[in-house]
């Protein structure tokens, strides 16, 4: 089964044209039980094709116990991006990409690639003093128009800070997970497991959550 016509791939290659340095995939899978993950394999394997600077690496979450570790992964399927360099930039996707969510992670590989968006001068200079950890968890589902706003603004916020990490999580493959956050309605974004709010919100609002965390 094809997930992406040549239509598509095509007006893909026209989109990853826009990226400056080559992007490592590196998908984290496991055998059973994994829904997801075959069809996560074989739709990201085709979404590679837009690009020769976009390559594709399998690890088994179990086997790569240590890679795991490294790039912070704990759920299958998880995609991670990688930049020129192989370093981890800190940002994830548990789930497949598909749906919607094709245009967050298109967003995050440019960015991860050298050309992100650049924010305003006003969020950045609060963005710098945020100096503890941070994660910022996104449960999305893949029939959401509103959630890959929401989730290219974690990926860019944790991009520019080393101190903060982003990852989406697709609501129905991880059920269990979602209700433990309560999840009832998406993009629901979680911050340290503690403060919450819901929607594609403006960047202050995440930033004020953020800063929270950076009290005492």
Sequence with gaps: ???????????????????KDEVKIALFTKEEPCETCLETR????????????????????DKDSDLAEKFEVSLAPSLVLLDKTGEYKRIKFNGIPSGHEINSFISSVIAVSGNGQPLPESITERLSKVKKPVN???????????????????????????????????????????????????????????YEFVGNQPLEVFLEEIEKTQVA
């Design 136 to 194: 910022i968890k996104v449960f999305v589902t893949l029939g959401c128009p509103h959630c890959p706003g929401a989730v290219e603004k974690a990926h860019h916020l944790a991009l520019l800070n080393d101190n903060i990490t982003a990852d989406m999580i697709e609501a129905q493959t991880f059920y269990d997970l979602s209700d433990e956050y309560n999840v009832s309605s998406v993009p629901k974004i979680v911050i340290n497991d503690i």
């Design 1 to 19: 089964m094809k997930y992406i016509n040549e239509e598509v791939l095509e007006q893909l290659k026209d989109v990853f044209s826009a990226m």
């Design 42 to 61: 074989d739709f990201v394997g085709e979404l590679v094709q837009a690009s020769p600077k976009m390559s594709l690496v399998e690890y088994d979450l």
